[in-house]
């Protein structure tokens, strides 16, 4: 059984880097199958994908252009991990953040969410 | 980026009555691989979105089979044959054809 078990503060302040982690329990960060994504949900946008990290022979990211400015996602393999740093962060950042393994396309198993607000 | 667009926003249903939800795509959502893009999920309140429905039609692993899924190319529908009270909540659609992957609005059903 997959589980991703997410952490991080809940509060940051304006123009700070928001830092999250999902720890993956049943699978690799590295597997040649998953993909691991960030996505968050506000009032405002909906569900909004933020980018994703996965590993084919070699590691690719991709990141919406949204926030593709401001945004990393790093495998951590010695953890079995991967985080989600958003730099530069206003009140627009303001959301409940969610990690997600897709797999084969199919978002199976996601974190229990993490709302971070944005504010001083 | 590909839009989603969900109707209706709101629905309330009378338990055991069908439902249905309409979702479509920017543009066709059918791959070259012969696979369709298309998903499902069903968020209820407090929790992450669950899988409900991949590529279109099948009911992700524990789904009850009042769950049904059908379209192609751009249109494409989400029926529940008979509504019960632990369906509530937001259904949203979601594209994985291309990055960034794109979700619905959301339709929320709620039981009358």
């Known amino acids: 059984q997959v589980q991703l078990q997410q952490s991080g503060p809940g509060l940051v302040k304006p123009s700070q880097t928001l830092s999250l982690t999902c720890a993956i329990s049943?699978?690799?960060?590295?597997?040649?199958?998953?993909?691991w994504n960030w996505i968050r949900q506000s009032p405002s946008r909906g569900l909004e994908w933020l980018g994703r990290?996965?590993?084919?022979?070699?590691?690719?990211?991709d990141y919406a252009l949204s926030v593709k400015s401001r945004i990393t996602v790093n495998p951590d393999t010695s953890r079995n991990q991967f985080s989600l740093q958003l730099n530069s962060v206003t009140p627009e950042d303001t959301a409940m953040y969610y990690c997600?393994?897709?797999?084969?396309?199919?978002?199976?198993?996601w974190g229990q969410g993490t709302l971070v607000t944005v504010s001083s | 980026d590909i839009v989603m667009t969900q109707t209706p926003l709101s629905l309330s249903v009378t338990p055991g009555q069908p439902a249905s939800i309409s979702c479509k795509s920017g543009?066709?959502?059918?791959?070259?691989?012969?696979?369709?893009?298309l998903y499902w999920f069903l968020q209820r309140p407090g929790q992450p979105p669950q899988l409900l429905i991949y590529e279109v039609s099948n009911r992700f692993s524990g789904v009850p089979d009042r769950f049904s899924g059908s379209g192609s190319g751009t249109d494409f529908t989400l029926k529940i044959s008979r509504v019960e009270a632990d369906d509530v909540g937001i259904y949203y659609c979601?594209?994985?054809?291309?990055?960034?992957?794109?979700f619905g609005g959301g339709t929320k059903v709620e039981i009358k």
């Open positions: 990290t996965y590993y084919r022979s070699k590691w690719y990211f």
């Open positions: 997600a393994r897709y797999y084969d396309g199919k978002a199976d198993y």
């Open positions: 979601m594209q994985n054809i291309q990055v960034p992957l794109t």
């Open positions: 049943g699978d690799s960060v590295s597997s040649n199958s998953g993909a």
């Open positions: 543009q066709s959502l059918l791959h070259t691989d012969g696979r369709t893009y």
